[in-house]
């Protein structure tokens, strides 16, 4: 079966990097375009990152761009994501997700396929 198993997250203080990564398994991971959501307590999930399937295009949110970047590896079927310039609000739960269409790369109704998260603390 499909699975996406994120990795790399923790505690940093602000102003501070860390990289995720996310291995997928399962699925043709070049038929496949990734995303990174994220989820805060008491709010919705919401779109950080994602990409095309050749890796071609990236999309980010307002609020990380410029700090985020997500890359892929075919080879290793494995996607990224790149955090610098780390803030407080960056503090949440991070998902990758995977999703077989072109359309929709901000929609988390798009995706087919979650991994279960990996949590990022930013410190003041």
């Known amino acids: 079966q499909v699975q996406l198993v994120e990795s790399g997250g923790g505690l940093v203080q602000a102003g501070g990097s860390l990289r995720l990564s996310c291995a997928a398994s399962?699925?043709?991971?070049?038929?496949?375009?990734m995303g990174w959501f994220r989820q805060a307590p008491g709010r919705a999930r919401e779109f950080v990152a994602a990409d095309s399937k050749s890796g071609g295009n990236t999309y980010y949110a307002d609020s990380v761009k410029g700090r985020f970047t997500i890359s892929r590896e075919n080879a290793k079927n494995t996607v990224h994501l790149q955090m610098n310039s780390l803030k407080p609000e960056d503090t949440a739960v991070y998902y990758c997700a995977a999703r077989q269409y072109y359309s929709g790369p901000r929609d988390p109704a798009f995706y087919q396929y979650w991994g279960q998260g990996t949590q990022v603390t930013v410190s003041s």
């Open positions: 399962g699925l043709t991971f070049s038929s496949y375009a």
